[in-house]
């Protein structure tokens, strides 16, 4: 039971080049997340997925887009990476209750990316 | 804008102290999660609390959540190095929607030696 599973675990990108950060669930979970991690911010929210076929901004979209691609799978693209976009990056899944309130986030264990 | 803070930002203590984590906000929300995260992994929820005032208790560590549903604590008794890692409060907006927008406290990275 892989539970969430993020690839890759180490990029390093110059400036201006594209990746794709991929990320698939085998909980059979409705809302899937994506979210960076800097040093003492705590983890921001950049896009969300409440249900597959939907996507919506979060805290901080600019520079990024994302795409479900279906229920199990929801992708994360840097059309051209900037240094500001150095972090670890995290995917999660919720439980998908109808009333969000008090779902239950499980995360992957994350991508570091270093641009330089 | 950081919606909440979370005090102190470091703690380094040796085996068998206890020590409380703070979670501030201005802010009201429905329910307040928290997580750990270690090393290279990503965070894993310990504990949801809902209600103005409700205290849960988790083995050695006891949560609580603010009257005004503004501020929660995470008090661990004789902490051991196995408690080690980042500790993230997350708080929930009154939201009927199908997905939640948790905004995540600054986090409290602790360290238990022996």
């Known amino acids: 039971n892989a539970g969430v599973t993020q690839t890759p675990k180490f990029q390093v990108l110059k400036t201006g080049q594209s990746m794709t950060l991929q990320c698939a669930q085998d909980?059979?979970?409705?809302?899937m997340y994506w979210y960076r991690q800097d040093p003492g911010m705590g983890l921001r929210l950049i896009y969300y997925?409440?249900?597959?076929?939907?996507?919506d901004k979060g805290e901080v979209p600019n520079g990024y887009n994302v795409s479900r691609l279906n229920k199990r799978e929801f992708s994360l693209r840097l059309e051209s990476a900037a240094p500001s976009q150095t972090s670890v990056y995290f995917c999660?899944?919720?439980?998908?209750?109808?009333?969000?309130?008090?779902?239950?986030?499980?995360f992957g264990s994350g991508t570091q990316l270093s641009v330089l | 804008t950081q919606l909440l803070e979370q005090s102190p930002q470091f703690l380094s203590i040796q085996e068998g102290e206890n020590l409380t984590v703070y979670c501030n906000s201005s802010s009201v929300f429905s329910s307040l999660q928290w997580y750990r995260q270690e090393p290279g992994e990503g965070p894993v929820l310990l504990v949801t609390?809902?209600?103005?005032?409700e205290v849960k208790k988790l083995k050695r560590l006891t949560f609580q959540f603010g009257d005004a549903r503004k501020d929660s604590s995470l008090h661990i008794t004789a902490a051991q190095p196995g408690d080690t890692g980042l500790y993230l409060c997350?708080?929930?907006?009154?939201?009927?929607?199908?997905?939640?927008?948790?905004?995540f406290g600054t986090g409290t990275r602790l360290q238990v030696t022996l």
């Open positions: 997925s409440a249900s597959e076929g939907t996507t």
């Open positions: 999660a899944t919720g439980g998908g209750l109808r009333l969000a309130t008090n779902e239950k986030l499980f």
């Open positions: 609390v809902v209600t103005g005032g």
């Open positions: 997350a708080g929930a907006r009154a939201y009927t929607g199908t997905a939640s927008k948790l905004t």
């Open positions: 909980m059979n979970h409705n809302s």
